[in-house]
């Protein structure tokens, strides 16, 4: 079987240390590459992780009720309705949840979801029942748009939950995205396993990774169903990352609604674990082509984040701005250990 192109260098560094009465100290970096993402990162395990979760009431002040686009007082005041062209009623609706045009777009199809007129959910009741609806509400304006023949070829269904991920509003939502083009990084994930089956013999490249991955036993995190969970080896976070793969799912139109629940059920174990691990914010992407592509299988990566006391600095820096690469004090293979528990009911 054909390795999957993780790549690994080990530097060090040396100071006199004040903290120990300047005696030489020597600190270990591990450079960390991953050729099928692109991703370079820097494994610095002797930073402080976080441990302070951050004051959420403060969040809430500023972001209140009274004032949210999405919560009743003023939702179908101000947001945005479709053309009737695409549906009669202005917006999509399951249960609670709403789907509606981003008025603020960052792409020719960007929209909004809303999981419920709930204005706060907390990490740990972001339960596979709450999210439910707001998931399906996302299917069902993907089903519509293959139903009218535009052409498009891709999607995603995006997060940005709370303001150290850049979530502009309290009110958890979803974002969803369809496009004739692939983002930079799907195109990046589309071509390595274009490239890899080329040189594998027509093997898969996801199901050679997870293979691999299982058998080393390292970053393997649990099965839940179809979907398999492992702790990237190279993060896009300091925080590190959880990915997530479909199994044998070429197109967001493989998924079925056991498919979902199976997500789901993993996706709240992942947020149990951030919220008492003292997180309270992460980023969610989740990738798939809207026409069966063999090469690529329906996947996604979650990345917690954080701001750094006392100052509330952001996580990210000029490392992981302008110089692509990520610094993270958070070792992959302990981030596996860590959330393998949550999981300990399905091993």
Not at 126 to 152: I, Q, S, W
Not at 281 to 299: E, G, K, L, P, R
């Amino acid at each position: 079987m054909k390795e999957v192109g993780f790549k690994k260098e080990i530097t060090s560094g040396y100071y006199l240390d004040p903290f120990n009465g300047f005696q030489e100290k020597k600190v270990t970096i591990e450079l960390r590459y991953d050729e099928t993402t692109g991703v370079a990162c820097r494994i610095l395990p002797y930073r402080v992780r976080p441990a302070q979760k951050p004051d959420l009431d403060e969040f809430l002040e500023k972001s209140p009720e009274s004032l949210c686009p999405f919560c009743p007082d003023l939702f179908e005041k101000i947001t945005p309705r479709f053309l009737p062209s695409m549906i009669a009623e202005g917006k999509f609706k399951r249960g609670e949840a709403s789907l509606f045009p981003n008025v603020f777009p960052y792409d020719q199809n960007n929209n909004v979801a809303i999981f419920s007129s709930r204005h706060f959910v907390p990490l740990n009741e972001l339960t596979p029942g709450m999210m439910k609806d707001g998931f399906a509400v996302c299917r069902d304006y993907f089903h519509r748009v293959v139903e009218m023949n535009m052409g498009y070829k891709h999607c995603s269904i995006n997060w940005n939950y709370m303001p150290p991920a850049g979530g502009g509003l309290i009110h958890p939502h979803l974002q969803t995205i369809v496009s004739y083009k692939p983002t930079s990084f799907v195109q990046r994930l589309l071509t390595s396993a274009q490239n890899y089956a080329a040189a594998a013999n027509g093997d898969n490249l996801w199901n050679n990774l997870i293979a691999l991955e299982k058998k080393a036993d390292k970053r393997f995190i649990a099965n839940t169903g179809s979907v398999c969970w492992l702790a990237s080896f190279a993060p896009k976070s300091m925080a590190g990352e959880i990915d997530f793969i479909f199994r044998e799912k070429t197109s967001f139109f493989d998924l079925t609604e056991s498919n979902f629940s199976e997500f789901l059920s993993g996706l709240s174990r992942v947020f149990n674990y951030l919220y008492i691990s003292n997180f309270a914010s992460f980023n969610m992407s989740f990738y798939a082509t809207m026409t069966n592509n063999n090469y690529f299988w329906v996947q996604g990566k979650i990345v917690p984040r954080f701001v750094l006391s006392p100052l509330g600095t952001s996580d990210l820096n000029y490392f992981e701005k302008l110089h692509n690469e990520i610094i993270c004090p958070t070792v992959p293979e302990e981030l596996c250990r860590e959330l393998q528990p949550y999981f300990k009911d399905l091993l």
